[in-house]
Structure formats: C-alpha cells, structure tokens
DNA sequence: TCATATTATGAATGATTATTCATAATATGA
DNA sequence: TCATATTATGAATAATCATTCATAATATGA
C-alpha cells in the first residue's frame, strides 16, 4: 500500500525486510489514528498492530508526529495525483470537478481510515502542532468554480471560495457519517454533492 | 453568561459569590477550551484565565471531563432553547428552518469559542471519552425537511437526512472559517446555507 | 562453528498533567 | 481579640506516554 518505490529489485533480502517493515508501520499507523485520532493513539498500540517493538518504530521514524505527517503528506498527494490523473484534456471546468469529485471519493473509499485523519488534520493544521505550512490543495474546487462561472457554465451566485469549502464540510460529515456502510455508499456520496451543489446552479447548455 | 438561576436573592454574599466563581470557571473554560480543544487544555490554563486556583476547581467540578461536558450541556441547551423560542405558531416547516438557522447562528456569533467546543464534540461522541449517550437535538432540520416535503413545499429529491447532514458540516466549516471575521460574517452564513441548501429545492407555491 | 557486527526488544527515563491533600489564609462569632 | 471553622493554595502524588538505551537476539562470513 505504501510501496511507491519501482526499484525493489536493487534490494538486498534485509533491505526489502526494512523496507517492508517501514510500510506496515505506516499501514498499522493508519488504521490506529483512523480509529482514535493522534492524541488517544500510543506508540505502544501502532507496535502492537504492527507485530514488532516500540523500538523498531524509532529506527524507522522520529517519533509519533513524523508517522502522523507522513501518513497526511501520504493521503493528501495520492488524492491529488489521482485527481490529476483522472482529468482529460478537453473537459470543461464543471466535467472536471466532477470527475475529480468522484475520483477523491473513490479514493477515500481505499482509504478509509484516513477519512478521520484527513478531517483531523483540518484541526490540526489550527494550533495542535503549532502553525503549519499550508498543504498542496487535493482538488482545487475553487479554482475551478471560478473557471467554471468564468465560461458561463456556472451560476455566479455564490462566492466560489465558500462554494468549495462548503462542499468539503458537505463531503466530510458525509463520509464521516456513512463510510462505515459499505463501498457503494460513497457512490452515494457523490451523488448527494452533485445533486447540492453542482446541478442547482449549472447553466443550461447556451448557444 | 452562565447564571441561569432565578433564586439568587435568596443566597448570602458567601453562597453567591461561590456561585460567581462557578460561573467565572465556565467562562474561562469555554475561553480555552475553545482556543485549544480539550486534549491542549490543562486545569492550570483553566484557572489562570479565571484567576484562581487549581484546587478550587475541584470544589465545583469533579474535573476537567465535568467541566467540558456541562459546556456541551450549556451550549447544546441554549441553542435548542433560542430555537424553540424563535418559532412563532403558523410558521411553515421551510420558514421554520429558516429561523431556526438564523437563530443558531446568531447564538453562535455570540458564543464564539463554544463553536469549536461542539465542533469538537461531534468528534469525542465517537470514541474520545467512549461511546456516550446521543445528545438532544439542536435544531432537528431534518424533520423539519420531511415535514416541508410532505406538504409539497420543497424538493423530495434529497434524502432529508443526508440532506440536514450535509448542512451541519457546511454550517461548520463556514463558521470554523470565517467567525473571525467579524460579526456581520454569520449574516452571510446563514444567506450562503440558504442559497445552497433551501432555495433550489423550494416549490414555488402552489395553488 | 565461532567471533563480530547488526538489529530488535521492552524496561528505564523523563516530561507532562490531572487530581489530591497537607498547610496556609481567611472568615466567623463569642 | 482569639479560638475555631471554613476555604484557598499550590506543591506532592500518581498515571500516562513518548522516547531512549542497555541488553538480548540474530545475522554474517571467516
């Protein structure tokens, strides 16, 4: 899962064992701050979930807040490589939203316990750890939106900056909500974002 | 801010100062609480907002979980109060709504650090502090949706509950962004959640 | 196989902080 | 005013972890 290296080959036996090792830390990590969120997380529960000592974590990481960052650094620039990829030249800002709304939600659906992390580190990111740099934007909604109204594809209405945002909180209680009740829920989710907050304020088709 | 007794000429200096004291931890509490989220909080930061001792604390409250969980109380009380009061008899389901919203929103402007704290709160129901009992209502807009549904007033096409969901977590954010703003700025979030989540799906009136 | 180097372990350390409680400060009222 | 009762204080206690590190286990390769 965490495996993004393509020259395993090069590998000694103990250094693919470490290279292993490190990814189901980061694996066992993940599923443990999904479950309780960073600060009711111990060192000792990600060791246990990862069958190896408290120790052997150091040697991989810093500490706790290194794992937690990678795991954020991690899910952020999948979602937005994913994203990236999923857009086709030619679609129009509104087709591009959607494509990359789906294509987040898919994502999350393959990723289920970052969906707390992910909603965490919005927290986070205000004061927990102190001030933080400003993270690479999943999607860009607001760009688009822009775009969007820009070309007359989208209503005016309401501020894009807002829309977006509006449409993350939408996303997250949704998903916070109802990830537990299978893989076709997120369809669902889609579905309910489009219908709220796309459909209402696309412009017939002009010309 | 927290007096909500009636019987206070019936107390001697001692008693009601005592009671002042109480009062004067919760608004302290709220204060940091709100800045810092529970886990950040420390007793010691609570009773040098409010000027006074560590061991006092105890007299009041049994502890740090006493005092964030009576905050909740209060807020989530408070809110769901302003609202039953602010329906006037005859109101539609949709102008209900509307009220409703105005009202929350208004509380919150004037409880500023209290949206974190129940922010916050939607996180710790599930898992911080255990599985705890589901609290009342603030608003329940999403009866009020199926209500105004089955009247014909609004759009069927949402799920009423999703469709309520979705409002809390825009509600949100919006207020986690921009309640610095100033005071006007919980105008402008009741008119964005109106434009998005009632206007397109109200019927025109019928008949 | 054995000496040496590498790696893994989890108990010890140190820091933090909720809670308690012995002591100090203050209030009461005789 | 003084003896006694009440209340306030913040240092001591206890619990919880993140992190380190001395020791044990294992791997290497001669």
Tied chains: 1, 2.
Excluded: W
């Amino acid at each position: 899962m965490f495996d993004n290296e393509d020259d395993s080959k090069q590998l000694s036996r103990r250094e693919r064992e470490r290279k292993r090792h490190r990814e189901e830390i980061l694996e066992a990590a993940s599923e443990v701050f999904g479950q309780y969120g960073f600060e009711k997380t111990s060192m000792q529960m990600i060791a246990e979930k990862a069958e190896l000592s408290v120790g052997k974590i150091y040697t991989h990481f810093k500490g706790k807040e290194a794992i937690y960052r990678e795991l954020i650094e991690y899910i952020v620039t999948l979602v937005h490589q994913r994203c990236e990829d999923a857009v086709k030249p030619g679609m129009s800002p509104l087709e591009t939203i959607r494509v990359k709304m789906r294509t987040a939600m898919c994502t999350f659906r393959d990723h289920t316990p970052f969906i707390r992390l992910y909603h965490e580190d919005f927290d986070i990111r205000k004061g927990r750890f102190g001030d933080v740099e400003c993270k690479k934007p999943m999607m860009d909604i607001s760009s688009l939106l822009k775009e969007a109204i820009e070309s007359g594809e989208f209503s005016g209405e309401i501020d894009p900056e807002f829309h977006a945002l509006m449409m993350e909180g939408a996303g997250h209680i949704l998903m916070e909500s109802i990830s537990r009740s299978g893989t076709d829920s997120f369809d669902k989710i889609t579905e309910l974002l489009d219908k709220v907050f796309l459909k209402p304020f696309e412009n017939k088709k002009q010309q």
